[in-house]
């Protein structure tokens, strides 16, 4: 996670994330709160146990704990990632409108101009696809730029001045 990360972000996140195992609610999957609290599910822990270390050499679980750190990120820079959430989990209840879903491109700029314009499921669906895919030996070429965004801490594009 610190390599996909980067040193400064990381040591960030070190400092104001707080790990647990998800008991309430859909313990299947995993959440992030407000104030930094991300849980995941038993068996995303080696030995199915909170003691125990996150399986982070399996690309599922590194997907999704890299998922869950990203919205940690997004909220650090005034993204209204519970409240976006929210709203995009009841469309898809509703309207039956996936949230992660996104169009997968072959440019590697064009998948970073779509993760900047993104909301917050679909970034760190994109994110999670991307490190998924690195931890399992086959990075996506579309989504090469992804980490060097991330490290830098750019999950939105820069307004240009006119």
């Known amino acids: 996670m610190r390599a996909l990360f980067g040193d400064v972000i990381w040591a960030w996140l070190i400092d104001h994330v ?4 998800r008991r309430l609610g859909d313990t299947r999957r995993a959440l992030s709160l407000n104030g930094g609290w991300v849980s995941f599910p038993a068996t995303m822990f ?3 146990g909170m003691q125990q270390p ?3 050499s399996n690309p599922l679980v590194a997907g999704v704990v890299a998922h869950e750190l ?3 990120l997004q909220r650090r820079q005034k993204q209204p990632v519970t409240r976006q959430a929210l709203l995009l989990q009841c469309q898809w209840l509703l309207q039956n409108r996936d949230p992660y879903s996104y169009s997968n491109c072959r440019s590697a700029g064009v998948q970073l101009k779509q993760f900047w314009r993104a909301n917050v499921k ?3 669906q ?3 696809d991307c490190v998924q ?3 399992a030996g086959q990075p996506l070429a579309s989504h090469a730029l992804l980490p060097v965004a991330v490290r830098a801490g750019r999950l939105r594009q820069r307004k240009r001045n006119s």
């Open 122 to 124: 679909q970034q760190g």
């Open 46 to 48: 080696a030995a199915d």
């Open 70 to 72: 990203l919205h940690v």
């Open 54 to 56: 996150l399986r982070l």
């Open 18 to 21: 707080r790990l647990g195992q």
């Open 126 to 128: 994109m994110w999670q």
């Open 133 to 135: 895919a690195q931890v």
